[in-house]
């Protein structure tokens, strides 16, 4: 039953199981972070930068160090926490704690919304576990992904709540209702506004939401509810708008964003069959990995990326399954939500006015089309791009909104659980209650393997302050070294520790925050620090002796430490494309 009135909330048993639920889980997540899981990496040390210059230093960036179109949400939802906590990587990742809680409780609302309270807690159970990458992408800093699931869950919620209830509404609002309701489209606004500034991967959601609002509540988009939402989108999306007015024409928001498209266009340049391998890439390795499949086989076993192999079958198989059962889901989703959809829309083009009931069931299965679409719409722009032939495993993490639509999918599933006689029935029960149990057996299996990594990454953070401790045991506290080092030991060490990335070439490498580069080249004897193995150390010791300069060497948690007697000249040329390849 839906539920669509704004009076007085009284908590359903089911609420309550949610609340429940979500307490363990958030429980669950906080073990992780207190134990430094995931991993960190320079990415997160430049978010926690960000959130250490707003607490103390009162900066305001509008965007993410070093990437021009990217909101750091999570760095302000820090900061007032570093005052109160002191600045860590906990402290840091516990600001994206109340995101995750927001996330799953606007899933479960709006699974109920539009389809039943039963569904909405068993998505709830699903969620509450989840793959390595799922989780990770949960609880690790690196901007965005856990805001934008958010936010796309959110204006789901919301376009799908006004036009269930707009027929209601129209009839019967008091003034007390009409202000909540106009409130709430404000919020909506602001929603799509904050959304669109940390990242426009949510356009997809923004579009169908938009779509869906046209078709049944045009009126009040034409009145003050349209305006109070367009104010909400303004306020929003205010920094991005104070950029781009003030920015270079050639480095506003939209010409970055298609600097980035034509450098990884130009990535696909020599690639033997660039769309077959786009396929394989989005359907074999990023959909399953954004969607939960684990364990996943390294890329080299998977086709057109790898040679032949015993593995390659196996893989192709249980990772192929898993992308195209998605894709299939998703077809009987749209068919089932269409053909009804249609059948209404038709009986009300041939003048036949529809009932109440039929009216709002056509906005039902419209508004679960706008759920599919907004998936179906950020899978073909991820299709179509260059990353799924190039770079699948990264850049698999454009795809998290995909969440979103998994109650959509397992809709069909779960109406298959429903008792029937006839032994086409009773098959199709047992084969939808396998394929549920394999999922969530799928999820709680990625959940056990997430708290197995902890010892690891307790050891990485440990030997990763020992490093610090050495470096600034040996007066090291400027230095040099690769880019996945930097930011990471510079926000570990509170900034006590400066570094300026370099390449392999050891060209200057991409600093996300340029006035490390210039503290760097302003020390009178910066160290070289790289990890074991990493070309940096071949080309440094060749330069150390092509230029006869002598210099003391530690080997240290793995990483080679270089201290010249005198500064090493390096050359001054930047590189190009540092801010393409990492983005």
Partial sequence: MLRLSLKRWHPSRYELWMFGLVALATLARLVLIYNNWPTTNSDEGNMGLVALHVAYRGELPIFFYGLPYMGPVEGYLAAPLFHILGPSLFTLRLALIPLFVLFIAALFYLTRLLYSEKLALLIVVLFSFGSLDII????????????????????????????????????????????????????????????????????????????????????????????????????????????????????????????????????????????????????????????????????????????????????????????????????????????????????????????????????????????????????????????????PFTSARYLTCLLIAVPALLWPLWRGLRRVQTGWGQARRIASAGILLVILAVFVLGTFRTFAEIPMAQDYYRQEGALIHKLESLGATRIYSEYWTCNRLTFHSQEKVICSALEANLAPGFDRYAPYRDIVRAAAHPAYVFPLGSQQITNFARKLAELKIACQRYTFAGYAIFLPERPVSLGRQEVAAGLVMLA
Wanted: aromatic letters at 10%.
């Fill in 136 to 391: 990770s992408r949960q609880l690790k800093a690196v901007g965005e992904y856990p805001e934008t699931e958010l936010f796309a869950a959110l204006i789901c919620l919301f376009a799908a709540w006004f036009a269930l209830s707009y027929a209601r509404f129209s009839a019967t609002a008091s003034r007390r209702e009409w202000w909540k309701r106009l409130l709430a489209y404000g919020l909506l606004g602001l929603v799509i506004g904050l959304a669109l500034w940390v990242d426009f991967l949510i356009l997809p959601f923004v579009a169908s939401a938009g779509l869906l609002l046209l078709l049944f509540c045009r009126k009040e988009l034409f009145s003050l509810m349209g305006l109070s939402l367009l104010i909400g989108c303004i306020i929003g999306i205010f920094p991005l708008i104070v950029y781009n007015v003030t920015a270079p024409l050639d480095r506003n928001s939209l010409n970055v964003l298609l600097d980035i498209h034509h450098a990884g266009a130009q990535a696909l340049v020599g690639v033997e069959l660039p769309w077959l391998k786009q396929i394989i890439g989005t359907v074999m390795i990023a959909l399953p990995l954004a969607t939960g499949a684990n364990p996943l086989c390294p890329l080299e076993a998977i086709p057109m990326f790898g040679a032949s192999s015993p593995l390659m079958a196996q893989c192709s198989i249980l990772q192929g399954g898993w992308g195209l059962g998605y894709l299939a889901l998703g077809v009987i989703a749209v068919l089932g939500a269409a053909g009804v959809a249609w059948k209404l829309w038709r009986e009300q083009r041939t003048a036949q006015a529809l009932t109440l009931e039929e009216r709002q069931e056509l906005i039902l299965q419209c508004s679960r089309l706008m759920v599919l679409l907004s998936a179906g719409l950020t899978l073909l722009l991820y299709l179509i791009s260059p990353s799924p032939a190039v770079v």
